[in-house]
């Protein structure tokens, strides 16, 4: 049998003396005009709550007003990153058309250059995969009237020369390929001399020049160098480049030096072709004195 505490304090006497204290705390902080207990109490229990409270009310508040902003910074970001992709393709397009119009614009300038000759323009579509064109393929041939031994044009002047044909296209060997041999003429002074292919000077951007006269004609770096009446191949008068260095040879009775070519042989895309060969010409011109002779 369980034996009753009887120290135990009746709960209805607990409960009357929390009364009396609250009424007690109450009288008093009426009279201390609200700096009493109870204030004392509530600035260590309520206060602190109430502020933490507020401090996470501001924080959701200022973390939806952020996730708000972060998300239209984001949309901004991908409207502008649009934007800059649409011009940065617009301008690169630009480029092209203008790099373009500027090829257009030296292939216009030489065909006036040589305007007294028939010329069909062509597109460079293979090369002999290294780093110069020392032979290339046009895209035009046999079906454009495009025959063996037409001179080819690019850049300033002289690229090369037709060697192979088929029916939409056409091989040319350019003058810097080591096979390759034109008969060139100092413009200045009309002297000849021997314009020799060599692809490895043309590392540094020149081809060879020789078997000019040790005349008395002076012939200075700058001069500009042709093709000559001679050449059994190439058309006379066209521009091969510039003399870029000249020595007197060993035997003292020739010359010979570098010439910077007229034409970009490490980047061509566009080149025009003369459509009448060296033999038209001599064929045409002895017709011609036949004609004369007979009458």
């Avoid at 030296?106 to 040589?114: A, G, H, S, T, V």
């Amino acid at each position: 049998m369980k034996i009753k505490n009887q120290n135990t304090v009746p709960s209805k006497y607990i409960l009357f003396i929390l009364v009396i204290v609250c009424g007690a705390l109450l009288i008093s902080e009426r009279f201390v005009d609200g700096g009493g207990p109870l204030r004392w109490i509530g600035n260590y229990t309520v206060v602190p709550m109430q502020k933490g409270i507020n401090y996470v009310g501001r924080w959701m508040s200022d973390f939806t007003e952020n996730f708000s902003t972060l998300e239209e910074m984001k949309q901004k970001n991908e409207e502008l990153q649009s934007k800059v992709d649409n011009l940065t393709i617009e301008n690169t397009r630009l480029r092209q058309e203008q790099y373009e119009l500027e090829r257009l614009q030296e292939l216009y300038k030489l065909d006036r250059n040589y305007g007294d000759y028939e010329k069909v323009g062509a597109h460079v579509i293979a090369n002999n995969g290294t780093n110069w064109f020392s032979s290339f393929t046009i895209d035009k041939g046999s079906n454009e009237g495009i025959r063996e031994n037409m001179n080819v044009l690019a850049g300033s002047g002289l690229a090369g020369i037709v060697t192979e044909v088929g029916p939409d296209y056409a091989q040319v060997r350019s003058i810097i390929a080591d096979e390759s041999n034109v008969s060139g003429m100092i413009l200045s002074t009309s002297d000849l001399c021997v314009v020799r292919g060599d692809l490895q000077l043309m590392d540094d951007g020149r081809i060879r020049f020789e078997k000019l006269p040790n005349n008395d004609n002076t012939v200075e770096v700058g001069d500009q160098v042709v093709t000559s009446h001679i050449s059994s191949r190439f058309l006379q008068g066209l521009f091969i480049g510039y003399v870029s260095e000249i020595n007197v040879d060993a035997n003292n009775l020739t010359r010979s030096g570098y010439i910077t070519p007229a034409v970009d042989f490490s980047e061509l895309q566009e080149v025009l072709v003369i459509t009448s060969t060296k033999q038209d010409m001599i064929d045409a011109g002895k017709k011609a004195a036949d004609s004369n002779e007979g009458e």
